[in-house]
């Protein structure tokens, strides 16, 4: 249990707070910002991983899921991170910080970045929401023969 803070007058009138002997330790990690050991893709990439494990072992399920989905990649000291939708930025969003100080204690780098952005969905996966005339056309895009065998048939698209 954390005991409060004493605060004391001063003898000019203002309130400074006193703190207890065992406040005196750092509460999280401590980043030097004269840090500036390289960087490579690969250092990234297994610092990532071992962000990624720490929360499996926490049991964060769904985020997990989203941040093993894709890599990092670093441009500089821009470590970029692709999301596909809204809900896997903010669940990213939320982590951000957390992750940027894991990765510059664990890169010993405190020039590093983080920057989360969104992903454009292939053409492939908006097709499940096509009707069947723009699947039919997008086939005979492909294979122009369907077009003459449905003629030859004597079929109609409806």
Not at 44 to 58: C, H, I, S, T, Y
Request: net charge negative; hydrophobic share 35%; glycine share 6%.
């Amino acid at each position: 249990m954390r005991k409060a803070k004493k605060n004391l007058a001063t003898p000019g009138g203002g309130i400074t707070s006193k703190k207890n002997e065992d406040e005196g330790l750092p509460t999280g990690p401590v980043i030097d910002e004269s840090w500036s050991e390289e960087v490579d893709e690969a250092g990234v990439r297994k610092a990532w991983d071992a962000f990624v494990q720490r929360l499996r072992d926490e049991d964060r399920i769904s985020v997990v899921a989203t941040m093993a989905q894709e890599k990092p990649s670093l441009q500089g000291m821009m470590v970029t991170f692709p999301v596909h939708n809204p809900l896997q930025r903010e669940q990213v969003d939320d982590l951000k910080t957390e992750m940027l100080v894991h990765l510059k204690t664990t890169l010993k780098n405190a020039g590093l970045q983080l920057q989360v952005e969104m992903k454009e969905t292939p053409a492939d996966e908006k097709k499940a929401f096509l009707s069947d005339r723009e699947r039919y056309d997008m086939m005979v895009e492909k294979n122009p023969q369907l077009d003459k065998l449905r003629q030859a048939l004597d079929l109609d698209l409806g």
